[in-house]
């Protein structure tokens, strides 16, 4: 079971990146999945995540309009698109989800405590700076 992120980096303020999270082995869906970051001296906290439906998404008000998560089933690949990218937004990333697929626990992991969670990638980078 692994979740492996790719597509951070370094981007100027009001640039855009395209994250994505990649799952392999067995037992792992995409079906419910969540993008998480965390600051320099910051606690983790949860950015958007996706349930069973593509109509089933939450989005951290923060970034509502400017961030979109979505899927390729048939890649087993759950991307973010970060658009008009802020400085304070420099973050290591993170995709996560839960063994047993409940989408319960990743939307509360989004909205409260991304510690509910406990399958997690290694996290991607993403410095925003001019």
């Known amino acids: 079971v692994q979740l492996v992120e790719s597509g951070g980096g370094l981007v100027q303020p009001g640039g855009s990146l395209r994250l994505s999270c990649a799952a392999s082995?067995?037992?792992?869906?995409?079906?419910?999945m969540g993008w998480y970051r965390q600051a320099p001296g910051e606690k983790r906290e949860g950015v958007a995540c996706?349930?069973?439906?593509?109509?089933?998404?939450y989005y951290k008000q923060s970034v509502k309009g400017r961030f979109t998560i979505s899927r390729d089933k048939a890649k087993n690949t759950v991307y973010l698109q970060m658009d008009s990218l802020k400085t304070w937004e420099t973050a290591d990333y993170y995709c996560?989800?839960?063994?047993?697929?409940?989408?319960?626990?990743?939307?509360?992991?989004?909205?409260?405590?991304?510690?509910?969670?406990?399958?997690w990638g290694p996290g991607t980078p993403v410095t925003v700076s001019s």
């Open positions: 082995g067995s037992g792992i869906s995409i079906n419910v």
């Open positions: 996560a989800t839960d063994s047993k697929g409940e989408w319960s626990r990743v939307l509360a992991a989004t909205r409260l405590y991304p510690g509910y969670l406990d399958v």
């Open positions: 996706i349930g069973g439906s593509d109509d089933d998404t």
